[in-house]
């Protein structure tokens, strides 16, 4: 198996930067991620927040942005982007209001398109990030996710696979992971549960119920650069939960492609 990036997205983590940025980022070095997806800044700088990512040799690879905070400062969140060294920019999320119809979704193709190229001209790749949504809503008898990777070209939109949402959309993870081989740097690795009203109940990597290892088989073959572990809502402690993660990579991923 091929030897691919462990990063954390620092959602996992939101509390713990909301009261302590620099801490955060030092917890997750120590505890063996070798670099983090933001989502969000807490109003520090982008010069101090690349000075504290050099100091701790942590690799700011990506960083999720809103479909809001695209429209409303584009240039802004690219700047921000490049200053800390990131070379990915998904769009993270479309909140309910603006995925209310089948017209709005041919909108969002088309603002998608130009975004992806502004983003790519100034020096960043664009990728989108789904949910469960893009795979149950449909548009000309396509899943949305499909439709916005067929009429958006591969040069100006990658895929930032989440499997966990794959999987909970009824979906196969493994199918859309071979699917999209050689279009996919990024990949959320992420486990969950059902809960008792049938929602989602994510887990530390190895409690639920998403085949990982064959996940991290398909990643390798599809050329995946980052393995980005994420929990929604931990159920222990955030740095235990992502502690306890980071073991399963090792115990099951680190050791097959020689490294302890």
Not at 104 to 111: A, N, S
Not at 189 to 201: A, I, P, R
Not at 245 to 250: E, G, I, P, R, T
């Given at each position: 198996m091929?030897?691919?990036?462990?990063?954390?997205?620092?959602?996992?983590?939101?509390?713990?930067?909301?009261?302590?940025?620099?801490?955060?980022?030092?917890?997750?070095?120590?505890?063996?991620?070798?670099?983090?997806?933001?989502?969000?800044?807490?109003?520090?700088?982008?010069?101090?927040?690349?000075?504290?990512?050099?100091?701790?040799?942590?690799?700011?690879?990506?960083t999720?942005?809103?479909?809001?905070?695209?429209?409303?400062?584009?240039?802004?969140?690219?700047?921000?982007?490049?200053?800390?060294?990131?070379?990915?920019?998904?769009?993270?999320?479309?909140?309910?209001?603006?995925?209310?119809?089948?017209?709005?979704?041919?909108?969002?193709?088309?603002?998608?398109?130009?975004?992806?190229?502004?983003?790519?001209?100034?020096?960043?790749?664009?990728?989108?990030?789904?949910?469960?949504?893009?795979?149950?809503?449909?548009?000309?008898?396509?899943?949305?996710?499909?439709?916005?990777?067929?009429?958006?070209?591969?040069?100006?939109?990658?895929?930032?696979?989440d499997?966990?949402?794959?999987?909970?959309?009824?979906?196969?993870?493994?199918a859309?992971?071979?699917?999209?081989a050689?279009?996919?740097?990024?990949?959320?690795?992420?486990?969950?549960?059902?809960?008792?009203?049938?929602?989602?109940?994510?887990?530390?990597?190895?409690?639920?119920?998403v085949?990982?290892?064959?996940?991290?088989?398909?990643?390798?073959?599809?050329?995946?650069?980052?393995?980005?572990?994420?929990?929604?809502?931990?159920?222990?402690?955030?740095?235990?939960?992502?502690?306890?993660?980071?073991?399963?990579?090792?115990?099951?991923?680190?050791?097959?492609?020689?490294?302890?």
């Amino acid at each position: 198996m091929r030897r691919m990036g462990i990063g954390v997205q620092l959602y996992t983590l939101r509390d713990e930067m909301e009261k302590d940025v620099l801490g955060t980022l030092r917890k997750v070095k120590e505890l063996g991620y070798e670099g983090v997806e933001f989502a969000g800044y807490f109003d520090v700088p982008a010069e101090q927040m690349r000075a504290w990512l050099d100091e701790l040799r942590l690799q700011a690879f990506s960083t999720h942005v809103g479909l809001t905070r695209l429209r409303n400062d584009l240039l802004g969140e690219v700047a921000y982007a490049k200053a800390i060294g990131a070379r990915y920019m998904p769009c993270s999320y479309i909140e309910p209001q603006d995925r209310q119809s089948a017209d709005d979704w041919r909108g969002l193709i088309e603002y998608f398109k130009t975004t992806a190229d502004e983003v790519n001209k100034q020096g960043l790749q664009f990728c989108y990030h789904n949910h469960e949504f893009e795979f149950e809503t449909k548009l000309d008898g396509m899943s949305v996710y499909d439709q916005l990777f067929s009429q958006i070209s591969e040069q100006a939109m990658k895929s930032e696979l989440d499997v966990c949402w794959v999987q909970y959309a009824s979906e196969d993870p493994l199918a859309y992971i071979r699917r999209y081989a050689g279009r996919l740097p990024l990949l959320h690795l992420k486990d969950f549960q059902h809960g008792d009203d049938n929602s989602m109940v994510t887990l530390q990597l190895g409690q639920g119920k998403v085949n990982l290892p064959a996940v991290l088989e398909e990643a390798s073959r599809a050329g995946v650069e980052w393995l980005i572990v994420e929990q929604d809502v931990c159920q222990n402690p955030p740095f235990d939960s992502i502690e306890a993660s980071m073991q399963w990579l090792k115990d099951h991923y680190l050791t097959k492609v020689g490294v302890s």
